[in-house]
């Protein structure tokens, strides 16, 4: 059975922090692995996208990392913003499309 | 290119009776999947269709839940005598294939359906 858990729950930062998420899945044989943002009432916004065969990419002050044979993801935001703020999904995809969440990771970055 | 739309926005209905949740794709995608996500927790696959076909409903409550994507027209989860635990976000997403290796494409969601049993 594949689960998908991130940690921490929440977190609150100042504004200007460097901070990780973390992501953890049981099954490594994953096909690919994607971090998400979701806003309180909206829907998913794709942030990154990593290939199984992929170690790491970049999108600005994102940074996801991939390690299959641990099991994990993380997800690194650089100098954070207010507007960083909303619960970051990881989802990991193992085939035919079918994507397995975490609960998620409620960020709040305080100005 | 519209992104992948969802209605109602909001539906709220009371205990036995149906709730029918609509998807467009985006244009051009053949692949339809849909999420359902209780408070504080992540989204839970419940199906995947291609037109006119359901690929994988492994996700799916046995009773009162269905779902179709007809040749023409939107993609449609219905719940059938609703009870106040399917009171949840239902999301829809879709992709255009399955990919270039024939492996998984990236999803696009819509921004979900709540639905309130009352």
């Known amino acids: 059975k594949q689960e998908v858990t991130q940690i921490p729950a929440a977190l609150s930062v100042p504004e200007g922090e460097n901070l990780v998420l973390n992501c953890s899945f049981t099954?490594?044989?994953?096909?690919?692995l994607q971090w998400f943002r979701q806003d309180p009432g909206k829907g998913l916004t794709s942030l990154l996208l990593i290939q199984s065969s992929q170690r790491e990419q970049t999108s600005g002050r994102l940074n996801a990392s991939l390690d299959k044979s641990s099991g994990r993801s993380t997800l690194y935001i650089a100098a954070s913003q207010p507007g960083d703020s909303a619960t970051y999904l990881c989802?990991?995809?193992?085939?035919?499309?079918?994507?397995?969440f975490g609960s998620g990771t409620k960020l709040n970055v305080k100005p | 290119n519209a992104g992948v739309m969802q209605n109602p926005r909001h539906l709220v209905r009371r205990r036995g009776q149906e709730a029918r949740l609509r998807c467009s794709p985006m244009k051009g995608h053949s692949h339809v999947y849909w999420y359902r996500q209780l408070p504080e927790e992540g989204l839970k696959f419940m199906v995947y269709l291609q037109k006119e076909n359901i690929i994988d409903e492994s996700g799916m409550p046995k009773e009162r839940f269905s779902a179709e994507f007809p040749k023409e027209g939107p993609s449609i989860l219905r719940i059938q005598q609703v009870v106040r635990g399917d009171s949840a976000a239902y999301f829809c997403?879709?992709?255009?294939?399955?990919?270039?290796?024939?492996?998984?494409?990236?999803?696009?969601f819509g921004p979900g359906t709540r639905l309130t049993v009352l």
């Open positions: 989802a990991v995809v193992y085939n035919f499309n079918k994507f397995y």
């Open positions: 099954d490594s044989a994953i096909y690919n």
């Open positions: 997403a879709s992709s255009p294939s399955l990919g270039g290796s024939g492996g998984p494409d990236t999803q696009y």
